[in-house]
C-alpha cells in the first residue's frame, strides 16, 4: 500500500469510527489493525483524533495587531 493510499484509507475510515457504537468500532479498529498492521492502541488513538480541515485550523488561529 502506497504512503497516499493509506492516508486515504485513514481519512475514510476515522468518521465511520467515530460515529458508530463499541460493538461496531470492535469490527471497524479489527479490519483497521489488519490492513494497516497497527498495534490496536495506536489505532485507537489515531482514529479519535478530531477531524481538521483547513479552514478550522486557519480560523482559530490567534492574529496580533501591534499599533
Known amino acids: ?3 497516499t493510499s493509506r492516508k486515504e484509507y485513514t ?4 468518521p465511520r469510527y467515530q460515529i458508530y457504537d463499541k ?3 470492535k469490527q471497524i479498529l ?3 489493525c489488519k490492513n494497516r498492521d497497527y498495534n ?4 485507537i488513538r489515531l482514529l479519535n483524533q478530531k477531524i481538521y480541515s483547513a479552514q478550522n485550523i486557519f480560523s482559530t ?7
Request: with cysteine; proline share 4%; net charge positive.
Open 1 to 3: 500500500m502506497s504512503p
Open 11 to 14: 481519512v475514510r475510515i476515522k
Open 23 to 25: 460493538n461496531q468500532k
Open 30 to 32: 479489527d479490519e483497521f
Open 40 to 43: 490496536r492502541k495506536y489505532a
Open 61 to 67: 488561529c490567534v492574529r496580533f495587531t501591534y499599533s
